[in-house]
Nanobody
Framework: QVQLVESGGGLVQAGGSLRLSCAAS????????MGWFRQAPGKEREFVAR????????DYVDSVKGRFTITRDNAKNTVYLQMNSLKPEDTAVYYC?????????????????WGQGTQVTVSS
């Protein structure tokens, strides 16, 4: 079992930055694909970014490309999401997820473990 705990969310003005962290425990995540998703009120959970186990491959939803960066530190069993130039439409609960297998990593069904989420609110 893997436990994932997100942190770093909060309230920020448009144009500001936040850095989300996802700390894993129970098992090393060094061989897992890790992803970030978000869910706004009344909307479906949306893919944001994912990173390969080595960190050499990353993928982003178009709306965050050039603004968000996903990284990982396998020695710390932690994944990060640096969010810059935040917009009000980025407001959502952000979830970290771990995938132990293969699949379409842009879909929630590809992930086996989820954190509880952290709220990000961007004011205009």
């Amino acid at each position: 079992q893997v436990q994932l705990v997100e942190s770093g969310g909060g309230l920020v003005q448009a144009g500001g930055s936040l850095r989300l962290s996802c700390a894993a425990s129970g098992r090393t995540i060094s061989r897992y694909v890790m992803g970030w998703f978000r869910q706004a009120p009344g909307k479906e959970r949306e893919f944001v970014a994912r990173i390969s186990w080595s960190g050499s491959i990353t993928d982003y939803v178009d709306s965050v490309k050039g603004r968000f960066t996903i990284t990982r530190d396998n020695a710390k069993n932690t994944v990060y999401l640096q969010m810059n130039s935040l917009k009000p439409e980025d407001t959502a609960v952000y979830y970290c997820a771990a995938s132990t297998g293969s699949g379409n990593y842009r879909r929630p069904s590809a992930y086996d473990y989820w954190g509880q989420g952290t709220q990000v609110t961007v004011s205009s």
